[in-house]
């Protein structure tokens, strides 16, 4: 394949006509994001088993492809492609519809969790590329030749990785678990865009409903701030910050700059702003707070348990050759814990306890905390060394 770049409409609407012929294609952009409020798309890259450009989305208009994402016909294949995946949903409000993940559908087949494009193609297909251009800005005209073939490479080998994969998974019988992942992801970021991204911020679960309340507030202004002033979010108000005001909850503009770290320029212009927040979310009737986060520990021995089964979880993943960060992390774990301790409802199974991950650690997990299993180290240059065994 020869290396181009696309700048003109009618040759970019026959590569989409190409596109949808081959069925398949594989994705990847280039992107600035530092200094907006959403990242700013600089390049789309896209390559069949017959053809490989770079499109330029200054000089055209690459609205056709955002439909071409959202049939039922055409499979797009990326490499961590959540930023792929959000473009489009910002331009066309739709997820989606084929998506494949090399990297997901890696740490299915391999302990390797995630594997940056240059490792996954070394591993899969003994293949060396230079990452030359990783701080390349994207958004400078002409692009050199140089450029080009760097972001060009980013998905000439995409599709023959997914040929290797998708044959050993099929082995396997693993395409169904590749099949729920890549829907998950894409689950992931419909649900950043319903809201309440705000629940997730650090410390915000010790924050009792009238805190929160603030912390609500105050994301939504930010929100809608940084958008209005196309700046990331972080700079309009830092997450410590809001944080802090939840629990400082200031009545003035002064009181609010008397923190050290709000007692800036950018801060001051937004001083009025970010009071009237505050006072407005405490204004509201306590049954529109939102309600504080439940300390839903199973016990004192919820931390003991939770490592004994982290133990048994990591050692089953790697019996089948199969990463633990993809089964399952430490919150998931706790997840398990307080369901199985509070009758194991089926309305109410966690993630552990639902579809392939099931079929992996369901069983495992139960026997291990019913003690009908016993753990003993078989071999410790192994990369399993623990084997547990039925108590008789």
Not at 270 to 288: K, N, T
């Given at each position: 394949?020869?290396?181009?770049?696309?700048?003109?409409?009618?040759?970019?609407?026959?590569?989409?006509?190409?596109?949808?012929?081959?069925?398949?294609?594989?994705?990847?952009?280039?992107?600035?994001?530092?200094?907006?409020?959403?990242?700013?798309?600089?390049?789309?890259?896209?390559?069949?088993?017959?053809?490989?450009?770079?499109?330029?989305?200054?000089?055209?208009?690459?609205?056709?492809?955002?439909?071409?994402?959202?049939?039922?016909?055409?499979?797009?294949?990326?490499?961590?492609?959540?930023?792929?995946?959000?473009?489009?949903?910002?331009?066309?409000?739709?997820?989606?519809?084929?998506?494949?993940?090399?990297?997901?559908?890696?740490?299915?087949?391999?302990?390797?969790?995630?594997?940056?494009?240059e490792r996954l193609l070394l591993r899969v297909l003994n293949k060396?590329?230079?990452?030359?251009?990783?701080?390349?800005?994207?958004?400078?005209?002409?692009?050199?030749?140089?450029?080009?073939?760097?972001?060009?490479?980013?998905?000439?080998?995409?599709?023959?990785?997914?040929?290797?994969?998708?044959?050993?998974?099929?082995?396997?019988?693993?395409?169904?678990?590749?099949?729920?992942?890549?829907?998950?992801?894409?689950?992931?970021?419909?649900?950043?865009?319903?809201?309440?991204?705000?629940?997730?911020?650090?410390?915000?679960?010790?924050?009792?409903?009238?805190?929160?309340?603030?912390?609500?507030?105050?994301?939504?202004?930010?929100?809608?701030?940084?958008?209005?002033?196309?700046?990331?979010?972080?700079?309009?108000?830092?997450?410590d910050l809001l944080i802090d005001l939840a629990r400082r909850q200031?009545?003035?503009?002064?009181?609010?700059?008397?923190?050290?770290?709000?007692?800036?320029?950018?801060?001051?212009?937004?001083?009025?702003?970010?009071?009237?927040?505050?006072?407005?979310?405490?204004?509201?009737?306590?049954?529109?707070?939102?309600?504080?986060?439940?300390?839903?520990?199973?016990?004192?021995?919820?931390?003991?348990?939770?490592?004994?089964?982290?133990?048994?979880?990591?050692?089953?993943?790697?019996?089948?050759?199969?990463?633990?960060?993809?089964?399952?992390?430490?919150?998931?774990?706790?997840?398990?814990?307080?369901?199985?301790?509070?009758?194991?409802?089926?309305?109410?199974?966690?993630?552990?306890?639902?579809?392939?991950?099931?079929?992996?650690?369901?069983?495992?997990?139960?026997?291990?905390?019913?003690?009908?299993?016993?753990?003993?180290?078989?071999?410790?240059?192994?990369?399993?060394?623990?084997?547990?065994?039925?108590?008789?």
């Open positions: 394949m020869s290396d181009r770049l696309i700048t003109d409409q009618k040759e970019f609407d026959d590569l989409c006509s190409h596109i949808r012929e081959a069925g398949i294609v594989a994705f990847d952009t280039e992107f600035i994001s530092e200094n907006t409020f959403r990242p700013k798309l600089c390049l789309i890259q896209l390559a069949t088993r017959d053809q490989a450009a770079a499109v330029d989305p200054f000089e055209v208009d690459v609205s056709d492809w955002w439909n071409i994402m959202q049939d039922d016909q055409t499979t797009v294949v990326v490499h961590a492609g959540r930023e792929e995946s959000r473009f489009c949903l910002t331009s066309t409000g739709q997820r989606p519809r084929l998506l494949i993940d090399v990297q997901l559908a890696e740490g299915l087949r391999s302990s390797s969790y995630p594997l940056s494009y060396t590329i230079h990452s030359t251009e990783t701080r390349t800005d994207w958004q400078r005209r002409p692009l050199t030749d140089r450029q080009i073939t760097y972001a060009i490479d980013d998905v000439r080998y995409v599709l023959e990785v997914w040929d290797r994969q998708k044959a050993w998974l099929g082995k396997k019988n693993r395409l169904t678990w590749a099949e729920e992942e890549f829907e998950r992801l894409l689950d992931d970021m419909e649900a950043e865009r319903a809201g309440g991204q705000w629940m997730k911020l650090s410390g915000v679960r010790r924050l009792n409903s009238r805190q929160l309340a603030v912390v609500r507030e105050l994301y939504r202004w930010r929100e809608q701030t940084a958008e209005s002033r196309d700046q990331p979010m972080r700079r309009i108000l830092r997450d200031p009545k003035s503009e002064s009181e609010l700059l008397n923190s050290r770290d709000l007692n800036r320029t950018n801060f001051r212009r937004s001083a009025g702003e970010i009071v009237e927040c505050v006072q407005m979310a405490l204004a509201l009737p306590p049954d529109e707070f939102p309600p504080r986060f439940r300390n839903n520990d199973s016990g004192p021995d919820e931390p003991v348990l939770g490592k004994l089964l982290a133990l048994a979880l990591a050692n089953r993943c790697g019996e089948l050759q199969l990463s633990a960060g993809i089964v399952g992390t430490s919150s998931d774990l706790k997840d398990w814990i307080r369901w199985y301790s509070s009758g194991s409802k089926p309305a109410q199974a966690p993630r552990l306890s639902t579809g392939w991950r099931a079929e992996v650690c369901g069983d495992l997990l139960r026997n291990v905390v019913e003690g009908k299993v016993a753990l003993r180290v078989a071999d410790p240059n192994s990369e399993h060394p623990l084997v547990f065994e039925p108590v008789e």
